[in-house]
């Protein structure tokens, strides 16, 4: 069992940063690919980025350039880090671990209780 617990958000004006962080539970933080997604009232839950076990980025076409995923493995955190923010990146955001059966024999799946970010000024 993985829990996420998901710190960071809050209001910030346009053109603005925030930093998300999830800090994740277990001793095997370090296999799981970790990811954040967001949604925004009426819409459907959407991937911003993801990192691999092993390091690699996949960012979502509209904030590529202005956001970053990292991870520190020794903490078993992963980090968003949001820069020239929009009004349309309001949206509650949601940290994600995923490990599929082929690295831990079932697929596991596990979500925080997500972190609200509001843009406006």
């Known amino acids: 069992q993985v829990q996420l617990v998901e710190s960071g958000g809050g209001l910030v004006q346009p053109g603005g940063s925030l930093r998300l962080s999830c800090v994740a539970s277990?001793?095997?933080?370090?296999?799981?690919?970790m990811g954040w997604y967001r949604q925004a009232p009426g819409k459907q839950r959407e991937l911003v980025a993801t990192?691999?076990?092993?390091?690699?980025?996949n960012y979502t076409d509209s904030v590529k350039g202005r956001f970053t995923i990292s991870r520190d493995n020794a903490k078993n955190t992963v980090y968003l880090q949001m820069k020239s923010l929009k009004p349309e990146d309001t949206a509650v955001y949601y940290c994600?671990?995923?490990?599929?059966?082929?690295?831990?024999?079932?697929?596991?799946?596990?979500w925080g209780q997500g972190t609200q970010v509001t843009v406006s000024s």
């Open positions: 994600n671990a995923y490990c599929s059966v082929y690295v831990c024999s079932r697929e596991y799946n596990y």
């Open positions: 990192i691999t076990s092993g390091g690699r980025r």
């Open positions: 277990g001793r095997i933080f370090s296999i799981y690919a």
